[in-house]
């Protein structure tokens, strides 16, 4: 998939079908629209192309309201790729780019990517103060030569709506079952490993403490998961995730996974940590010999939800 940072210089050779949002997550109602920009460029024998923001307006424009978002913006178009998409064109959001009106929008953005077909969510709003909406959209398309179409939201196999904002709220539970049936996935997340105290190895359980982009995370606790170090072994490792403040020995928030396959040195290394199963409310233990018992605990659960088990 092409990657393009400037819409002025991504004139297409072919036509294009186009889809327009945020894409926070890439979720089951995403792919849904995204599955009709495939067809749509099919049918134009041209390009299937997504548009999309960094950062997420709502941190230029209401910063106050920002929502923590699911997925980098790496892993954002590594997920639009797998969705088998040409081309991903990534506008940057400002308060320059905001001021535009819907019309200039249309005319600077939409008209010099060539779509003829261009698909946006229900909730989609562009322009200056959020003044155009989808039926704005279709208007302008019939003055600049495209086609608007307006997709409906899509119900997950619960027939809940699936949004990204009801991912937060089923991971926030520690639902990672709703979560998976929303985004069609296991949720996962990338990290950086940095160092830590080391506590862990002087408990016999060394961590991986991870910085990561993504700030959507499930609910504190013990989780079975399976990590993957991106550009090394391209291979998933069985491993136990503790997301939360370390009651026990007053060590501080963090994110910091524990490889059951073995010691292995990922200082500066990217995992991805993929959530499978939630084990355990993180708690207070009454000292380290209690904490120990419990992380072998843990680790043994671990082992046993991931035994045998293949990634979808």
């Not at 279709?138 to 949004?163: K, N």
């Not at 524990?258 to 409310?281: P, W």
């Amino acid at each position: 998939m092409q990657i393009v940072h400037d819409h002025r210089v991504a004139r297409r050779t072919r036509p294009t079908a186009l889809a327009i949002g945020n894409f926070d997550g890439v979720h089951r109602g995403h792919k849904h629209l995204l599955g009709m920009v495939r067809e749509a460029a099919g049918r134009l024998g041209g390009d299937a192309v997504a548009l999309t923001f960094e950062p997420h307006p709502t941190r230029v424009l209401a910063p106050e309201r920002a929502r923590p978002i699911l997925t980098g913006l790496d892993r954002k178009l590594e997920l639009l790729a797998a969705e088998g998409l040409d081309a991903a064109v990534v506008l940057r959001f400002d308060q320059g780019f905001a001021a535009q009106s819907p019309e200039e929008f249309v005319s600077s953005v939409i008209a010099s990517l060539d779509a003829r077909e261009v698909f946006v969510g229900e909730d989609f709003r562009f322009g200056h103060a959020r003044a155009g909406d989808g039926a704005a959209l279709i208007r302008l398309g019939e003055v600049y030569g495209f086609t608007a179409r307006v997709v409906a939201q899509v119900a997950d196999a619960g027939g809940e709506t699936v949004s990204s904002s009801r991912v937060r709220e089923r991971l926030a539970e520690g639902d990672l079952a709703g979560a998976r049936r929303m985004l069609d996935r296991d949720f996962d997340l990338d990290g950086v490993v940095i160092p830590g105290q080391r506590r862990g190895r002087t408990l016999g359980f060394p961590t991986a403490n991870l910085a990561t982009p993504c700030e959507a995370l499930p609910k504190d606790g013990v989780y079975a998961v399976r990590a993957r170090v991106l550009g090394g072994d391209d291979r998933d490792h069985p491993a136990v995730m503790n997301l939360g403040v370390r009651p026990t020995v007053a060590a501080g928030r963090s994110v910091e996974v524990h490889l059951l396959d073995g010691d292995h040195d990922l200082y500066g290394r990217t995992l991805r940590v993929t959530f499978v199963a939630r084990i355990r409310d993180e708690r207070r233990f009454d000292g380290l010999d209690a904490l120990v018992a419990q992380i072998r605990r843990d680790a043994d659960e671990a082992r046993d939800i991931l035994k045998g088990q293949q990634p979808p």
